[in-house]
């Protein structure tokens, strides 16, 4: 058992989510998020050259596409990993296509974002 002075400078301990709720209050919302690309918004700023997901997008951006294996390897992803990124894309508007190689492997590809000229 503490003494009170230790107990009063012990961490508290919480036995229910009370504490852990109060603390979340006490943290004002948004000021830790990105606005609306926290919301889920997508931006129309292509994503940085260094990200996994700008490398999977200029793996499956190749004339000769890309298949899981290959980009489960480069990007350090599992198989179902690497198929969620791919739907992402297309939740984003993404034109994804899916054919088969001349060994018989599945392999995807992405049609270029046209930009209008200006």
């Known amino acids: 058992?503490?003494?009170?002075?230790?107990?009063?400078?012990?961490?508290?301990?919480?036995?229910?989510?009370?504490?852990?709720?109060?603390?979340?209050l006490q943290s004002e919302p948004g000021s830790q998020c990105g606005g609306a690309q926290a919301a889920?918004?997508?931006s129309a700023d292509p994503p940085r050259a260094s990200t996994k997901r700008a490398?999977?997008?200029?793996?499956m951006e190749r004339t000769q596409g890309a298949g899981v294996a290959?980009?489960?390897?480069?990007?350090?992803?599992?198989?179902?990993?690497?198929?969620?990124?791919?739907t992402g894309l297309r939740h984003a508007?993404?034109?994804?296509?899916?054919?088969k190689n001349d060994s018989g492997h599945t392999v995807y590809r992405?049609?270029?974002?046209?930009?209008?000229?200006r």
Not at 1 to 24: D, I, R, V, Y
Not at 55 to 59: G, R, T, V
Not at 70 to 83: D, F, K
Not at 93 to 99: I, K, L, M, N
């Open 1 to 24: 058992m503490l003494s009170e002075p230790a107990a009063a400078n012990s961490a508290p301990s919480f036995t229910n989510n009370e504490g852990l709720k109060q603390s979340a």
């Open 40 to 42: 889920g918004v997508p």
């Open 55 to 59: 490398m999977l997008i200029a793996m």
């Open 70 to 86: 290959e980009i489960g390897q480069r990007l350090g992803w599992l198989p179902h990993t690497v198929r969620v990124a791919i």
């Open 93 to 99: 508007r993404r034109e994804v296509t899916r054919s």
């Open 110 to 117: 992405l049609a270029p974002i046209e930009t209008p000229d």
